[in-house]
């Protein structure tokens, strides 16, 4: 009897230890609201809460409700507004007592939805985890499938465990980056001859395979960048930027105003028009934020006016030339078109003969890759110093070593059809900028 009675005791004493010792093995995880591009608040709540329950589901971490989390922020009167930066999302975890925060942003441009999330320590202020997913079609197959998908690879849970989309590889969904599409790598013809005679000669260039933004870097993005650094850019730091302030009937007048900036472009812009009157160092700088923001490596290292590209890394960058001119001709599934996308420039592109300002990205015809508005729009820089062409074969071209002025590629909503063809070239001084000049990102494929 005695003995049946102390394993009775160890029993109740012993299995609640060994079940609280399991439990405290789970680091607690709260998730903020993520903010919306494109989407309601209301959308952007309930995928929020979506995400929350596949984490649950996990089993990688105790995760706070909203209700709770709610409760102790306005206890500690801890206001969330504007809070998106890593270092007010630490101090709200601390608030809580979580020991890990995750954070991040769903938009949605034309049919597309694009997550990006990211889990922060709140002992180091470190990202530790990152997940992207693209989704095209209505919200509730994200909210099916997309946020369980976010949550596996938040997890680091291989994405084949994970329910997949008709039509998509597990390879290509657990490796895709948000608003970006795979290249393919291989040969094309470089340059034209019916063109400037700086598209000569015609000369064939070899590329592995990489990733290309579908749209320009909009403003909204750019805005995200300045909030969370302070940066200021060339043209607000300097003289301003260039724009236009006449139109076609008065003649062509291009001014320099001071005041000009990717703010004040001196045209009506919205979140979702690609930013523009950034320089290419603005460019670079927002790359290597952005690989920061999502835990990656730089590409670049910037030290005063040196700049130099590790293309190996995994973080965004600005394409080569080469890349650009390969994704502008639609890659290895090019149709061999003039404009990107089309021999009919006002199906694919805005320029001059139908625009008078940059319009939101993303409402005319991609090319056969899905990349909008890579003939007119801005002009997009690129990573290449200026310089002549060569007969010669080359493989990963990567532009010359050295130069006085930085690439610009594409055409721009002002400019004539002519610019906006896919082997028509551009060139700036590094510092420039004006109301027709972006970018569009680009990363190694690993």
């Given amino acids: 009897m005695f003995i049946r009675l102390l394993a009775l005791i160890l ?25 919306g591009r494109g989407v309601t608040q209301d959308d952007a709540a309930a995928l929020t809460d979506r995400l929350r329950t596949e984490l649950v589901e996990t089993g990688k971490w105790r995760v706070v409700e909203r209700e709770m989390m709610n409760a102790l922020l306005a206890e500690h009167a801890f206001s969330m507004t504007g809070c998106v930066e890593d270092k007010c999302i630490v101090a709200a975890g601390q608030v809580i007592g979580a020991a890990q925060m995750v954070a991040g942003s769903i938009s949605k441009v034309g049919s597309v939805y694009s997550v990006a999330a990211r889990v922060v ?56 980056p948000a608003e970006m599409v795979y290249v393919e790598g291989g040969s094309f013809m470089m340059g034209s001859n019916d063109g400037e005679n700086d598209e000569k000669p015609v000369h064939q260039v070899t590329l592995d395979g990489f990733y290309v933004g579908k749209y320009e870097v909009t403003v ?47 045209f009506q812009q919205t979140d979702n028009s690609p930013v523009t009157c950034v320089s290419w160092n603005d460019a670079v700088t927002f790359c290597n934020w952005k690989s920061d923001w999502e835990g990656l490596t730089r590409a670049y290292r910037i030290n005063g006016s040196d700049v130099t590209c590790n293309f190996e890394a995994n973080g965004y960058r600005l394409p080569t030339e080469a890349e650009w001119e390969y994704a502008a001709r639609g890659g290895s599934r090019s149709q061999g078109y003039k404009y990107s996308g089309g021999n009919n420039l006002d199906e694919v592109g805005w320029y001059r003969d139908n ?29 290449d110093w200026f310089g002549k062409y060569s007969a010669v074969s080359t493989t990963d071209l990567h532009g010359p070593n050295s130069g006085k002025d930085r690439v610009s590629r594409g055409g721009g909503w002002y400019g004539a059809a002519l610019g906006a063809r896919v082997a028509n070239r551009n060139s700036c001084d590094r510092s420039y900028s004006n109301c027709t000049i972006g970018f569009r990102l680009c990363r190694t494929a690993k």
């Fill in 11 to 35: 029993f109740i004493i012993i299995i609640p230890l060994a079940l609280l010792e399991n439990a405290s093995a789970q680091p607690t995880i709260a998730i903020m609201d993520f903010t």
């Fill in 121 to 176: 320590d709140v002992e180091t202020g470190e990202i530790i985890e990152t997940a992207t997913y693209d989704h095209e079609g209505d919200i509730g197959g994200l909210l099916k499938t997309g946020m369980r998908v976010v949550a596996g690879k938040l997890a680091n849970i291989d994405a084949r465990e994970q329910p997949l989309e008709s039509g998509t590889s597990s390879k290509q969904q657990s490796t895709l």
């Fill in 220 to 266: 909204d993005q750019f805005q995200q960048f300045v909030s969370a650094t302070g940066y200021r850019t060339d043209a607000e730091k300097g003289g301003g930027a260039r724009v236009w302030t006449g139109d076609i009937w008065t003649g062509i007048k291009w001014e320099q105003k001071k005041d000009a900036n990717w703010r004040n472009p001196y």
């Fill in 355 to 383: 625009s008078n300002i940059a319009q939101s990205v993303g409402l005319k015809k991609p090319n056969e890759l899905g990349c909008y508005d890579m003939s007119g729009s801005v002009w997009e820089w690129c990573w």
